[in-house]
């Protein structure tokens, strides 16, 4: 039978992290990778995890990367201290049998999310890649995201157990609805996109807003949950609006810096 390591990267997860541990009990190993945490979670984790590393953080990609390399089994799952990995799920990855496992790469499983401590269900499936065979797949780098995809197309499972993001999170309203925690990273976002070759147009800043809201309200049912959901759809509207200006700002101070180099006479550098 494959053995699977669990590792769950956190900081800070003290309110949760009990909750992540205990929905993976069934896990042939359990890391706890935790990059610097200011309260009991090194006490938690301690009690729970089979090896407890402090790392400094090193970013979204590097720091997944970093604690699938320090796993004992070459399958691993990886959650953050906010997530459980639901018994639906769990049942399912030990159900799975060697053959399964040989003829894929990688395993996606749906999230649900949790906002004020209410299921946002306009945001499922939001499918997430966390079960992996640590050799035999290609990471990709993102800013705010980790992602990884198998070595070839097919080589891919979709299971339908979830996992489950922030159900015992005692995060309020500046954790989801506050302008600060979203501007400071939207220049993140920006930054991606633009080395990813994306450019704002005018019809990206007028129409994708009200793309996102009819979207998130109609098509996925947050009219159905009443205020909440009209104010998730308002959410990802905004978000949206102000994601592409971030972008239009980044391309425009790129084509100032391209102009003013292409102006400096030869011989001379500008300033």
């Not at 990778?33 to 089979?50: K, L, P, R, V």
């Not at 990995?85 to 060697?98: F, K, M, T, W, Y």
């Not at 109609?218 to 009219?223: A, H, Q, S, T």
Request: proline share 3%.
């Amino acid at each position: 039978m494959v053995k699977v390591s669990v590792a769950i990267c956190c900081a800070n997860a003290g309110a949760t992290l009990r909750s992540a541990c205990e929905s993976v009990r069934w896990a042939d190993e359990l890391l706890i990778i935790d990059s610097g945490s200011h309260d009991n979670t090194a006490a938690i984790a301690q009690e729970y995890a089979d090896r407890y590393i402090v790392e400094p953080w090193r970013g979204y990609t590097l720091q997944k990367q970093y604690a699938a390399d320090l796993s004992q089994h070459d399958w691993v799952l990886i959650i953050d201290g906010d997530e459980e990995c639901s018994p639906v799920l769990g049942e399912q990855i030990r159900a799975l049998d060697d053959a399964q496992f040989e003829a894929v790469d990688l395993v996606t499983m749906p999230r649900r999310n949790y906002v004020m401590g209410r299921y946002v269900r306009a945001w499922s499936p939001d499918r997430q890649r966390r079960l992996f065979h640590r050799h035999r797949v290609v990471w990709k780098a993102h800013t705010l995201h980790d992602s990884r995809g198998p070595s070839a197309p097919r080589r891919i499972m979709h299971l339908t157990g979830w996992i489950e993001h922030k159900r015992h999170s005692d995060a309020g309203f500046d954790d989801y609805f506050s302008g600060a925690r979203h501007d400071a990273r939207l220049q993140l976002v920006a930054r991606d996109w633009y080395a990813q070759g994306k450019r704002c147009h005018w019809w990206d800043l007028v129409l994708r807003p009200y793309a996102a809201f009819i979207k998130f309200y109609l098509c996925k049912g947050g009219f159905l949950a009443g205020t909440f959901g009209l104010l998730i759809a308002q959410k990802a509207a905004v978000s949206t609006q102000l994601r592409y200006a971030a972008l239009w700002a980044a391309q425009t101070k790129s084509e100032i810096r391209k102009l003013g180099k292409s102006n400096v006479p030869s011989g001379k550098s500008a300033l």
